[in-house]
């Protein structure tokens, strides 16, 4: 059987400060992405979506559960093992300038991982104006600074500079949710391409408060209430015939 490329267990975080009650922000989350997949994870705002991802890229230590990527438990990898991990898991933010450095051009930024893994300069140029035209951009990009583009060529840039490295996970958390409608339409456009491009081989986890969204992109979809995964399924079924009280009422708000 085919193995799953991210696997969750479990996941846990409770948030604790001092005088106040704990926060059980993500509370014993489980699910399974397959390769080539692409799977929503919907949600109101504070429901643990990115507290969630933020374990998951291993940026926030869980305070129970386990994550295995590839079959490999990644939950306790820090420092420089994480290099490892991040060349099978990239990251695209609600913030496309959030992926670069403002004193560097994009061209830098998307070749940096390169760089960082021994390529040459010329044949790291060379593959930059590839990745930049794959996401829709062309090659003269590289040589502008991240304040010289627009929102939505800023987060093809990034998207760029995500699949650099080839990962087999792409993670996206609100990655469209700063552009305006039109912008939101082309990203996703862009990653569907993307996904038939790399040959079904990128799988992706598609954060998102917009169930519309995720319906038109994602295989599957799961949803978020209070730290817990209250439902999932196929978004077209999720959307017609809701189970719970919770995601009849997100699904109501958007019709
Ligand atoms: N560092 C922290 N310390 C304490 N509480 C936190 C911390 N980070 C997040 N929280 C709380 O955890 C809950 C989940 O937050 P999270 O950011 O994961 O939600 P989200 O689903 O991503 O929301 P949004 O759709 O607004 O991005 C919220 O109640 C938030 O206030
Ligand atoms: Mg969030």
New binding site residues.
């Given amino acids: 059987m085919e193995q799953p490329v991210l696997k969750v267990e479990s996941l846990t975080?409770i948030?604790t400060?001092k005088g106040r009650p704990d926060?059980k922000?993500?509370d014993h989350i489980s699910f399974e992405l397959m390769p080539g997949e692409c799977l929503g994870l919907i949600?109101?705002?504070?429901?643990?979506?990115?507290?969630?991802?933020?374990m998951i890229t291993r940026l926030?230590d869980p305070t129970e559960g386990r994550i295995l990527l590839d079959g490999d438990d990644i939950t306790g990898i820090s420092g420089r093992e994480l290099r490892k991990v991040y060349a099978k898991m990239q990251m695209v933010f609600?913030t496309p300038a959030e992926s670069f450095d403002p004193r560097r051009t994009l061209g830098d930024g998307i070749g940096e991982s390169l760089r960082n893994n021994g390529w040459g300069r010329a044949r790291t140029k060379m593959e930059v104006a590839e990745l930049l035209e794959r996401c829709g951009l062309s090659a003269d990009f590289a040589s502008r600074y991240p304040h010289q583009v627009s929102g939505g060529q800023c987060q093809r840039a990034a998207i760029a500079r995500a699949l650099a490295i080839k990962p087999k996970l792409l993670i996206c958390?609100?990655a469209t949710?700063a552009l305006d409608v039109t912008i939101q339409k082309e990203i996703i456009a862009l990653l569907n391409d993307l996904r038939w491009k790399l040959g079904g081989n990128l799988s992706i986890l598609f954060?998102c408060?917009d169930i519309a969204l995720v319906q038109q992109f994602c295989d599957r979809v799961l949803v978020?209430y209070r730290?817990k995964i209250v439902e999932q399924g196929r978004p077209d079924d999720v959307i017609r015939n809701p189970q719970n009280d919770y995601t009849k009422r997100l699904i109501e708000s958007i019709l």
């Fill in positions: 975080k948030f400060r926060m922000a993500v949600g109101e705002s504070g429901s643990g979506k990115t507290t969630a991802v933020n926030l609600q958390d609100e949710s954060i408060h978020m730290g």
